[in-house]
């Protein structure tokens, strides 16, 4: 059972990892991902720092929406946490 549960887990990860290899992306655009992976995780650490120094949850969200604009796709970033 515990050996299933573990091949169901790591199933989608080996399925991304078979489409990103599929795609073939060229070694410019793997880099290109990868600098617009941290920027995206840069924004959401500062939106976290803001939640943190109590701004509030409109004015920080306001902020890394700022941030993220032309960056990933919605309005939270590539991300969305249920509240």
Partial sequence: MKKTLT???LAPLLLAATLAQAQGHSDKETKADVERHRAMAAAHE???K???SG???DACM???Q???KNLAIGKYCGMKHAH
């Fill in 7 to 9: 091949a169901l887990a």
């Fill in 66 to 68: 700022a941030a993220c």
């Fill in 62 to 64: 306001k902020e890394l």
């Fill in 50 to 52: 803001c939640l943190e």
């Fill in 55 to 57: 701004k509030g949850h």
């Fill in 46 to 48: 500062a939106a976290a």
